[in-house]
């Protein structure tokens, strides 16, 4: 299966931490993607990065990308409450479409 | 002002019913898609149309039937449901397409359940 696996699937922290996820993959990509999703609520995009590229960032989002490992990781610095949501990697292998990974379920405690 | 909207938010209906799902965009956008979420939040690829031509169809079955009018519309027909079907739908859409996916932008869903 091409699909992306997320660790951990849950995820609870203080208000104030950082928190990291992570997303692993098994063959070549063209690009991943990072998605957001509230509760009943639809997926809000938050960053992408290419193959060729290491580390991206956006606001307290960090992103990096390890090819040789097909890994990639989120990190949210300084975390709210509302950042509570579900986190989504999508990968594109090269094809037409972005395969959604398992998601992690991010839970900040005020 | 809505990006991505699809009616109706909530569908509640019987096994064997034919129902349709809408989705319009108004980000200029050339390519749009399905996606069913289930309960575990698994979110799936169903059907993807780039300027009203159908480019990904997976293995779906042929009871769903996509439509789209134009590019910037995407509709989803679904004939004789099944309890199976219950799930969120997502409308997407992004600009482009082919192997140069672009980020997408989601609809609010819409949570079917069939009884």
């Known amino acids: 299966s091409q699909q992306g696996e997320e660790d951990p699937q849950a995820l609870s922290i203080q208000e104030g931490e950082n928190a990291t996820m992570n997303c692993s993959y098994k063959t070549s990509i063209n690009n991943l993607q990072w998605y957001r999703q509230n509760s009943g609520r639809g997926l809000v995009h938050l960053i992408l990065?290419?193959?060729?590229?290491r580390e991206k960032h956006s606001g307290r989002l960090r992103v990096t990308l390890d090819t040789s490992k097909k890994s990639s990781s989120l990190l949210i610095t300084a975390s709210r409450a509302a950042d509570t949501a579900s986190y989504f990697c999508a990968i594109n292998f090269g094809n037409e479409k972005l395969t959604f990974g398992t998601g992690t379920r991010l839970t900040i405690i005020p | 002002d809505t990006a991505v909207s699809q009616t109706p938010k909530y569908l509640v209906t019987q096994m064997g019913n034919d129902k349709s799902i809408k989705c319009e965009q108004n980000?200029?956008?050339?390519?749009m898609y399905w996606y069913k979420q289930d309960s575990k939040k698994f979110l799936k690829i169903m059907f993807s149309?780039?300027?009203?031509?159908?480019?990904i169809n997976e293995t779906v079955p042929n009871r769903f039937s996509p439509k789209s009018p134009d590019k910037a519309h995407l509709n989803l027909h679904i004939n004789s449901l099944e309890l199976g079907d219950s799930a969120v739908y997502f409308c997407a859409s992004s600009r482009g397409g082919g192997v140069r996916s672009n980020e997408q932008f989601f609809g609010p869903g819409t949570r079917l359940t069939v009884l």
């Open positions: 149309y780039n300027n009203k031509e159908l480019i």
């Open positions: 990065i290419r193959s060729n590229e």
């Open positions: 980000l200029g956008h050339d390519t």
